[in-house]
Nanobody, 118 residues
Framework: QVQLQESGPDLVKPSQTLSLTCTVSGGSITTGYWTWIRQHPGKGLEWMGVIRYDASTYYSPSLMSRTSISRDTSKNQFNLQLSSVTPEDTAVYYC????????????WGQGTQVTVSS
C-alpha cells in the first residue's frame, strides 16, 4: 500500500517561499508520476505540477514561473517550492501519485493547510 505524507510549515509570510515535502512509503518515487495539487477554500482542485520517474518535471502554466518540484531518492521524498507567495496561495496542499493510466490519482496524502499571512 502506497502512503504519502505532506510536511512543512503551516504559516508563510507574503513574498516568502513556501516549501513542502512529501514522504512516500510503500512505493518508489523512481517509478510513476508524483504530483502536487492544491485546493483553495471553497474551490476545486488545482493541479500544480508533476515530477516523473526520470526526475523530469512539468508545471501548470499559471504557476510555472513560481514553482519548482524536486526529489530526494535517498529519502523517497519529493518537494514543492512556491516562491513569492501571496494570501491567494492560502490553500490545502496535497501530494498524490498519478494513476498508471494517466486518469487521475490513486494515492493521496492527507493534505496540509498552508496559510499565507503576515
Amino acid at each position: 500500500q502506497v502512503q504519502l505524507q505532506e510536511s512543512g510549515p503551516d504559516l508563510v509570510k507574503p513574498s516568502q517561499t513556501l516549501s513542502l515535502t512529501c514522504t512516500v512509503s510503500g512505493g518508489s518515487i523512481t517509478t510513476g508520476y508524483w504530483t502536487w495539487i492544491r485546493q483553495h477554500p471553497g474551490k476545486g482542485l488545482e493541479w500544480m505540477g508533476v515530477i516523473r520517474y526520470d526526475a523530469s518535471t512539468y508545471y501548470s502554466p499559471s504557476l510555472m514561473s513560481r514553482t519548482s518540484i524536486s526529489r530526494d531518492t535517498s529519502k523517497n521524498q519529493f518537494n514543492l517550492q512556491l516562491s513569492s507567495v501571496t494570501p491567494e496561495d492560502t490553500a490545502v496542499y496535497y501530494c498524490a501519485r498519478e494513476r498508471d493510466s494517466g486518469m487521475g490519482w490513486d494515492y493521496w496524502g492527507q493534505g496540509t493547510q498552508v496559510t499565507v499571512s503576515s
